[in-house]
């Protein structure tokens, strides 16, 4: 039966010598990628709204190999933001858990000096405003040469350090876990209250409903993969997902379309303007459609998943959709919208899912867009 701990200690132990061979399909890669990701996802520890993923490098071997946790609301890369990450020095005699933060995009335009700075300045500001008693604060020494591992080494704002040779029992490794799962939460709060510039780049803009009335729905269901779809919760906090997959439904004419048989009670809302919410009932979930182009003219776009909840089902109990939504405008005074930071992923597209009604045209109809998968870095 596999265990953090050991799966930790196998790679530290096999991975100087995988260095030396090719990278790609070698096991030592997928150890980190897949065995120690999917372990700390395991564990339980962060649950929905988090992502775990692992790196060794791409086109080879990275001088710090890490497996990091993301929320979701904050980043998912290491670009930018803050994170949770486990990172093996250079010399692969040390084992570092930490509270990171990214440098990329802020490098990519201010330079090397200048983001030295801003990760000092923000380590700062998060360490004098949270309660760090018993975590080390600050730079950590990874040997690093590279840029990304020396910018991880001016960015850490707290860490546990660990001996390769003498990693912590399982439990340890959860209970730091769960410690750094919380300081992760508190260093956010402050991130925001602190007005830190560290999250994910760029000012999010409130997609206005015109944006649904000029566009049809092969457009809007385009557009909006990786905007944030943004729900206000009954306790009045919002719950931000990026898009991840939709569909696009294109009227009376197609025949996978809910306006197939014209208008009808249960659709009446695709038959007025745009930007509105169409909502109906699948099993047991109210799934979520965004109205596109003008009245009359009754075109949707099917949220299909956001980060966290792939399916729309996983999506609708995630965010809460429900009956009462049927026909609100998509806007902040309603409770849903979307949000657009400029961060557009590229897209994939392909046949639409679940349609065996409709014609073989329409069933093909390349209508389905997601984000295409990240490679890995």
């Not at 923000?122 to 975590?135: H, M, R, Y």
């Not at 206005?208 to 905007?227: I, N, Q």
């Not at 306006?259 to 249960?266: I, K, Q, Y």
């Not at 992923?345 to 329409?362: M, Q, T």
Request: hydrophobic share 35%; proline share 4%.
């Amino acid at each position: 039966m596999s265990s953090l701990r050991g799966l930790l200690a196998e790679f530290a132990s096999k991975y100087p010598a995988a260095r030396k061979e090719s990278l790609k399909g070698h096991p030592v890669a997928d150890l980190m990628r897949r065995s120690i990701a999917g372990e700390i996802s395991a564990m339980g520890v962060f649950g929905d709204g988090y992502m775990v993923r692992g790196s060794v490098g791409k086109g080879g071997w990275a001088e710090i190999p890490w497996a990091a946790v993301f929320d979701l609301d904050e980043t998912d890369t290491l670009h930018h933001g803050l994170f949770v990450i486990f990172i093996f020095s250079a010399d692969m005699e040390s084992l570092f858990l930490c509270l990171d933060q990214g440098s990329v995009t802020y490098f990519d335009s201010h330079g090397r000096t200048e983001t030295n700075r801003h990760l000092e300045e923000n380590s700062a500001a998060l360490i004098e405003d949270l309660d760090t008693e018993g975590f080390d604060t600050g730079r950590i020494d990874l040997k690093a040469t590279s840029s990304v591992g020396r910018f991880l080494e001016i960015g850490c704002v707290c860490s546990r350090r660990y001996d390769v040779r003498e990693l912590p029992s399982e439990d340890k490794l959860r209970a730091d876990l769960s410690d750094f799962k919380n300081l992760y939460s508190r260093a956010m709060e402050a991130e925001r209250r602190l007005g830190l510039d560290m999250a994910i780049p760029g000012k999010r803009t409130v997609v206005p409903v015109g944006f649904f009335r000029e566009r049809d729905a092969v457009a809007v269901a385009r557009a909006v993969v990786g905007m944030f779809l943004c729900r206000r919760m009954p306790d009045g906090t919002v719950l931000r997902r990026r898009i991840t997959e939709t569909e696009a439904y294109t009227g009376e004419d197609d025949t996978a379309a809910h306006a197939r048989f014209g208008h009808t009670e249960r659709n009446r809302v695709l038959y007025e303007d745009g930007g509105r919410a169409y909502v109906y009932r699948c099993h047991m979930f109210w799934l979520l459609n965004l109205t596109a182009g003008g009245e009359g003219d009754p075109q949707c776009v099917l949220v299909r998943g956001v980060e966290g909840a792939e399916g729309p089902g996983r999506a609708s109990k995630l965010m809460g959709f429900g009956k009462e939504m049927y026909g609100d405008l998509l806007d902040e005074e309603h409770g849903l919208w979307l949000e657009d930071d400029g961060r557009h992923p590229e897209i994939a597209s392909g046949p639409r899912v679940g349609v065996p009604y409709a014609s073989e045209a329409d069933r093909e109809a390349p209508l389905n867009f997601r984000r295409r998968p990240r490679r890995e870095s």
